[in-house]
């Protein structure tokens, strides 16, 4: 069925924002005031894998049901008084010493970036995966001091740049999912005696891989770096990079609340247990996929372990295999962290650099990515989703804004408590797929992406996989000007003809497969709430809400796209040249 279609620079400190409009945010009460009649479920005996225990504890399940009525974000607070220390980010981060896993993906490089720019950090150990250190030296240059995101660092220290990064960066040779790390005796002893703050931001992100592996990487290397960093001597703060889908399949509010060992946001009656999904036990899971492992083939393990993940995402309530393990590796930590305070931070789709270091940077094909770029080469004539459905996109300099500003919130009340921030834009500042396509359909059809290219067409929507399979088919087709009649050519033409449907073909498959992917987002209706977000920039002084941009609400969405994160993947992904495929 169709559905009706209704200039890059440094210092951000320069920027000048006009006042945001005021937004009345529900604060719901929490799942233990909404559930305090319901009983606890015995959890089972643990379990031991790769020498570490896992725990299927009691715990208190969170109902799906928002509640009905809520509270109001206090407002009393003056947006013209100015606090003059607000959080204290840059006296937190003062001679601190940070040690950070995935420093070379795109977020742990932003916060590396941001850490090191704005704050008078002490060390920064990155937990660097290389055969020796020789080989980690090497990555630290080329993936980290020599990327073009360093560039405003670079100016500002001028000669002296490489001595002060050399300085403050310090790669330790390991790995998150072999034991202690995978790091040698010395540099875990250096790391324990020193560190004030982890950051866990390495993790698998590929939607449906191999169940063992995404359960290694997600659940079972976090687990190691929390009980690594119960051993050090004056940790203040652990902060854990999650992702806001774990909250699975739900409609609605989704409340930045923890999640609970077993916890799958079951259905409850008022009198009785009824489950819409089976309880989840991590352990069970752990040892399900450690059997389907030993299958006689190599290609028959991946084949049977990336469908076993994705069966059992679906079983217990989450979109893809990816979702389902970060949820369980909130799961594990919670479970075991003790006294250790942590934070975690779950973002929803992050995409390139609002304006810091400077607008569009972006590291990788992003998510929303191969669809814009697909659509700008007229590959994608529709959209297998609801065009009135709210996305969720993020920039990456706000994700890391947000985890510093909570790292040096929480850090600094030496509380051993547990909390959740949702980095989102869903809730205050809603785009939908309409205006997304649309912002995409003004940009193409002023700048081709393609060299031959006159004009794109505005993109179709369907919520029916067959329809929008056969339109995709018919319209791919018709683009390339049809085949023609096979019985009235040379050789060399039916060559070309043949080529031309296999190319065809692949462009048809792999629209079908794309949105097939994405198929969760485009119909996705629901929103993340951020009220401990807003309440975190209520307590910035302006001047932390200026250095330390949080407020999406601060973003237009048609100046993102057109002005700053297509020119980005442009720059960034395409090499700045246009193509002409």
Same mark, same amino acid.
Request: proline share 4%; aromatic share 10%.
């Given at each position: 069925?169709?559905?009706?279609?209704?200039?890059?620079?440094?210092?951000?400190?320069?920027f000048?924002?006009?006042?945001?409009?005021?937004?009345?945010?529900?604060l719901?009460?929490?799942?233990?005031?909404?559930?305090?009649n319901?009983?606890?479920?015995?959890?089972?005996?643990?379990?031991l894998?790769?020498?570490?225990?896992?725990f299927?504890?009691?715990?208190?399940?969170?109902?799906?049901?928002?509640?009905?009525?809520?509270?109001?974000?206090?407002?009393?607070?003056?947006?013209d008084?100015?606090?003059?220390?607000?959080?204290?980010?840059?006296?937190?981060?003062?001679?601190?010493?940070?040690?950070?896993?995935?420093?070379?993906?795109?977020?742990?490089?932003?916060?590396?970036?941001?850490?090191?720019?704005?704050?008078?950090?002490?060390?920064?150990? $990155?937990?660097?995966?290389a055969?020796?250190?020789?080989?980690a030296?090497d990555? $630290?240059?080329?993936?980290?001091i020599?990327?073009?995101?360093?560039?405003?660092?670079?100016?500002?220290?001028?000669?002296?740049?490489?001595?002060?990064?050399?300085?403050?960066?310090?790669?330790?040779?390991?790995?998150?999912?072999?034991?202690?790390l995978?790091?040698?005796?010395?540099? &875990?002893?250096?790391?324990?005696?020193?560190?004030?703050?982890?950051? !866990?931001?390495?993790?698998?992100?590929?939607?449906?891989?191999?169940?063992?592996?995404?359960?290694?990487?997600?659940?079972?290397?976090?687990?190691? $770096?929390?009980?690594? &960093?119960?051993t050090?001597?004056?940790?203040?703060?652990?902060?854990?990079?999650?992702?806001?889908?774990?909250?699975?399949?739900?409609?609605?509010?989704?409340?930045e609340?923890?999640?609970?060992?077993?916890?799958?946001?079951?259905?409850?009656?008022?009198?009785?247990?009824?489950?819409?999904?089976?309880?989840?036990?991590?352990?069970?899971?752990?040892?399900?996929?450690?059997?389907?492992?030993?299958?006689?083939?190599?290609?028959d393990?991946t084949?049977?372990?990336k469908r076993?993940?994705q069966?059992?995402?679906?079983?217990?309530?989450w979109?893809?295999?990816?979702?389902?393990?970060? &949820?369980m590796?909130?799961?594990?930590?919670?479970?075991?962290?003790?006294?250790?305070?942590?934070v975690?931070?779950?973002?929803?789709?992050?995409?390139?650099?609002?304006?810091?270091?400077f607008?569009g940077?972006? !590291?990788?094909?992003?998510?929303?990515?191969p669809?814009?770029?697909?659509?700008?080469?007229? !590959?994608?004539?529709?959209?297998?989703?609801?065009?009135?459905?709210?996305?969720?996109?993020?920039?990456?300099?706000?994700?890391?804004?947000?985890?510093i500003?909570?790292?040096?919130?929480?850090?600094t009340?030496?509380?051993?408590?547990s909390?959740?921030?949702?980095?989102?834009?869903?809730?205050?500042?809603?785009?939908?797929y309409?205006?997304f396509?649309?912002?995409?359909?003004?940009?193409?059809?002023s700048?081709?992406?393609?060299?031959?290219?006159?004009?794109? &067409?505005?993109?179709?929507?369907?919520?029916?996989?067959k329809?929008?399979?056969?339109?995709?088919?018919?319209?791919?087709?018709?683009?390339?000007?049809?085949?023609?009649?096979?019985?009235t050519?040379?050789?060399?033409?039916?060559t070309?003809?043949?080529k031309?449907?296999? !190319?065809?073909?692949a462009?048809?498959?792999?629209?079908?497969?794309?949105c097939?992917?994405?198929?969760?987002?485009?119909?996705?209706?629901a929103r993340?709430?951020?009220?401990?977000?807003?309440?975190?920039?209520?307590?910035?002084?302006?001047?932390?809400q200026?250095?330390?941009?949080?407020?999406a609400?601060n973003?237009?969405?048609?100046?993102?796209?057109?002005?700053?994160?297509?020119?980005?993947?442009?720059?960034?992904?395409?090499?700045?040249?246009?193509?002409?495929?």
């Open positions: 069925m169709l559905l009706t279609q209704s200039s890059l620079f440094c210092p951000p400190i320069k000048s924002f006009g006042k945001c409009p005021k937004t009345r945010i529900p719901f009460a929490n799942h233990h005031e909404r559930n305090n319901i009983g606890f479920i015995s959890g089972k005996s643990c379990v894998y790769n020498g570490y225990s896992y299927t504890s009691p715990c208190h399940p969170l109902e799906l049901e928002l509640p009905k009525h809520g509270l109001m974000v206090d407002e009393s607070i003056d947006d008084d100015d606090d003059s220390t607000g959080i204290g980010i840059v006296k937190f981060f003062e001679g601190k010493n940070i040690f950070i896993t995935g420093a070379t993906g795109l977020l742990g490089k932003d916060l590396v970036e941001k850490i090191l720019r704005s704050t008078p950090v002490g060390k920064i150990y $990155l937990l660097i995966k055969k020796d250190k020789e080989a030296f990555r $630290l240059t080329k993936e980290i020599n990327s073009d995101l360093f560039q405003c660092l670079k100016e500002e220290h001028g000669k002296s740049y490489e001595g002060f990064v050399r300085e403050k960066l310090i790669p330790i040779v390991g790995n998150i999912c072999e034991p202690n995978g790091m040698d005796s010395d540099s &875990a002893n250096a790391v324990r005696k020193d560190v004030d703050v982890i950051i !866990q931001s390495a993790a698998s992100t590929t939607l449906n891989d191999r169940y063992d592996m995404l359960l290694d990487a997600n659940v079972n290397a976090p687990q190691r $770096l929390m009980r690594f &960093a119960k050090c001597k004056n940790l203040k703060l652990f902060a854990h990079i999650s992702t806001a889908y774990v909250n699975g399949r739900r409609e609605g509010i989704m409340l609340e923890p999640l609970i060992m077993g916890e799958n946001r079951r259905k409850y009656d008022d009198d009785d247990i009824s489950s819409s999904f089976p309880r989840l036990d991590v352990a069970d899971e752990i040892n399900m996929a450690l059997k389907s492992s030993t299958a006689s083939t190599d290609y393990v084949k049977n372990l076993l993940g069966e059992r995402a679906a079983n217990f309530g979109y893809n295999t990816y979702h389902l393990t970060k &949820a590796g909130e799961m594990v930590l919670n479970e075991i962290r003790g006294d250790v305070p942590l975690i931070i779950r973002p929803t789709v992050i995409e390139s650099s609002y304006k810091e270091p607008p940077w972006i !590291q990788g094909n992003r998510m929303f990515d669809v814009i770029i697909s659509y700008g080469k007229g !590959q994608l004539p529709a959209f297998f989703g609801n065009s009135d459905v709210t996305m969720d996109i993020i920039p990456v300099d706000m994700v890391a804004n947000t985890t500003a909570a790292i040096a919130k929480d850090g009340t030496h509380r051993p408590q909390n959740v921030y949702h980095v989102a834009s869903s809730d205050i500042n809603p785009l939908r309409l205006d396509f649309e912002y995409l359909y003004e940009y193409f059809n700048t081709p992406l393609i060299e031959s290219q006159k004009s794109i &067409a505005r993109i179709k929507y369907f919520d029916n996989f329809d929008f399979s056969q339109y995709t088919r018919e319209e791919i087709i018709s683009r390339t000007n049809g085949f023609g009649d096979t019985n050519i040379t050789k060399n033409e039916e070309n003809i043949r031309t449907q296999n !190319q065809c073909k462009k048809i498959a792999y629209a079908e497969q794309l097939k992917m994405y198929e969760f987002i485009g119909f996705f209706n993340f709430h951020t009220g401990n977000t807003q309440k975190l920039m209520k307590e910035m002084s302006k001047k932390e200026l250095d330390f941009e949080i407020n609400m973003i237009d969405w048609r100046k993102y796209f057109q002005d700053i994160h297509i020119p980005g993947l442009k720059k960034h992904i395409l090499n700045g040249t246009r193509t002409s495929i």
